[in-house]
């Protein structure tokens, strides 16, 4: 039984918060990959249905907040990562190690949950105080949402009063972003950056001056960007489904939605097509700034199909 299964049983009904130790990075993710998809569904009160031994459905509504430590993350999506705190932490040095007794801890989190109670009917006016002065650092609607909920619950907790301009304007300065939020935090790319720099820097099978080059290369060479048989390079680029088309005074990359040789460059990855279907890259793809929405018909070395303008 994977992780997520586990977890959603025993929550069940109950909005109780769960603590995960040691979930690291593994060669072999699938458990994490189980954990994270429940917190990402519990992130919106995500439905699950799980079946039982007696072959009846049991619903459970996700409602759980998630601590998790580790060493190493485990592969983080653009969308799990962006639903998350990540708390780095230094090294202890020369400071005392914190007093971690069971019966301190418990009387310290019992003095939490009543502070926590008290303060309760603050808590909208400080999450929305907190979400519109993020939204001025950058932030969008999600990471408004995940951190001024941090803020606002930590403003309960340590302070009697709502929060102040300075107070707003400090943690504000302290969380901005260097960018606009999407789907990514500022540390990682985004889903199509991810996958372009995919596409970009997976190795061909063709030579190249006796090495085999990435189809970043050949994008370049193709364009004219530096010295080469620009035929030769779009002859290669089409084997992949890959096309630069000229119009109305713009070059842009046709990127095939249905394709062998994409397939192979993006197969075991969630980017990848399966059996009947077109290849999720197209999705991703469509997503890169300045790309059009609509597919055209396209021709590549003797075959005729849909693709992404990108």
Same mark, same amino acid.
């Given at each position: 039984?994977?992780?997520?299964?586990?977890?959603?049983?025993?929550?069940?009904?109950?909005?109780?918060?769960?603590?995960?130790?040691?979930?690291?990075?593994?060669?072999?993710?699938?458990?994490?990959?189980?954990?994270?998809?429940?917190?990402?569904?519990?992130?919106?009160?995500?439905?699950?249905?799980?079946?039982?031994?007696?072959?009846?459905?049991?619903?459970?509504?996700?409602?759980?907040?998630?601590?998790?430590?580790?060493?190493?993350?485990?592969?983080?999506?653009?969308?799990?990562?962006?639903?998350?705190?990540?708390?780095?932490?230094?090294?202890?040095?020369?400071?005392? !190690?914190?007093q971690l007794?069971?019966?301190?801890?418990?009387?310290?989190?019992?003095?939490?949950?009543?502070?926590?109670?008290?303060?309760?009917?603050?808590?909208?006016?400080?999450?929305?105080?907190?979400?519109?002065?993020?939204?001025?650092?950058?932030?969008?609607?999600?990471?408004?949402?995940?951190?001024?909920?941090?803020?606002?619950?930590?403003?309960?907790?340590?302070?009697?009063?709502?929060?102040?301009?300075?107070?707003?304007?400090?943690?504000?300065?302290?969380?901005?972003?260097?960018?606009?939020?999407?789907?990514?935090?500022?540390?990682?790319?985004?889903?199509?950056?991810?996958?372009?720099?995919?596409?970009?820097?997976?190795?061909?099978?063709?030579?190249?001056?006796?090495?085999?080059? !990435?189809?970043?290369?050949?994008?370049?060479?193709?364009?004219?960007?530096?010295?080469?048989d620009q035929?030769?390079?779009?002859?290669?680029?089409?084997?992949?489904?890959?096309?630069?088309?000229?119009?109305?005074?713009?070059?842009?990359?046709?990127?095939?939605?249905?394709?062998?040789?994409?397939a192979g460059?993006?197969?075991?990855?969630?980017?990848?097509?399966?059996?009947?279907?077109?290849?999720?890259?197209?999705?991703?793809?469509?997503?890169?700034?300045?790309?059009?929405?609509?597919?055209?018909?396209?021709?590549?070395?003797?075959?005729?199909?849909?693709?992404?303008?990108?």
């Open positions: 039984m994977t992780g997520s299964r586990r977890s959603s049983r025993k929550l069940g009904h109950a909005s109780l918060p769960v603590a995960f130790d040691e979930l690291e990075a593994e060669e072999d993710n699938r458990r994490a990959s189980g954990i994270i998809k429940l917190v990402r569904q519990a992130a919106s009160g995500g439905v699950l249905l799980r079946g039982g031994a007696d072959h009846k459905g049991t619903e459970f509504l996700a409602r759980s907040c998630f601590l998790f430590s580790s060493i190493l993350m485990p592969l983080l999506l653009p969308q799990d990562r962006s639903r998350m705190a990540v708390l780095e932490l230094d090294r202890l040095g020369g400071a005392k !190690p914190p007794e069971p019966d301190r801890l418990a009387e310290f989190g019992a003095g939490l949950r009543r502070r926590m109670v008290d303060g309760w009917s603050r808590y909208g006016a400080a999450l929305e105080s907190y979400r519109l002065v993020l939204a001025t650092k950058g932030h969008n609607g999600r990471s408004a949402d995940q951190f001024g909920t941090l803020l606002a619950c930590a403003d309960i907790l340590l302070y009697d009063h709502d929060p102040s301009g300075d107070d707003l304007e400090q943690w504000a300065e302290r969380l901005k972003l260097e960018r606009p939020a999407g789907d990514s935090t500022p540390d990682e790319e985004s889903d199509h950056e991810q996958c372009l720099s995919h596409l970009l820097t997976s190795i061909t099978d063709q030579f190249r001056g006796g090495k085999k080059e !990435p189809l970043g290369m050949w994008f370049e060479q193709a364009a004219g960007l530096v010295t080469g035929q030769e390079a779009r002859d290669v680029l089409a084997t992949y489904g890959l096309r630069l088309v000229s119009q109305d005074d713009a070059e842009w990359l046709a990127v095939a939605i249905s394709h062998q040789g994409l460059l993006f197969a075991h990855t969630h980017w990848a097509a399966r059996s009947g279907a077109s290849g999720v890259w197209s999705q991703s793809l469509r997503r890169v700034p300045g790309a059009r929405n609509s597919a055209h018909s396209i021709r590549f070395h003797g075959w005729q199909g849909r693709a992404v303008p990108c």
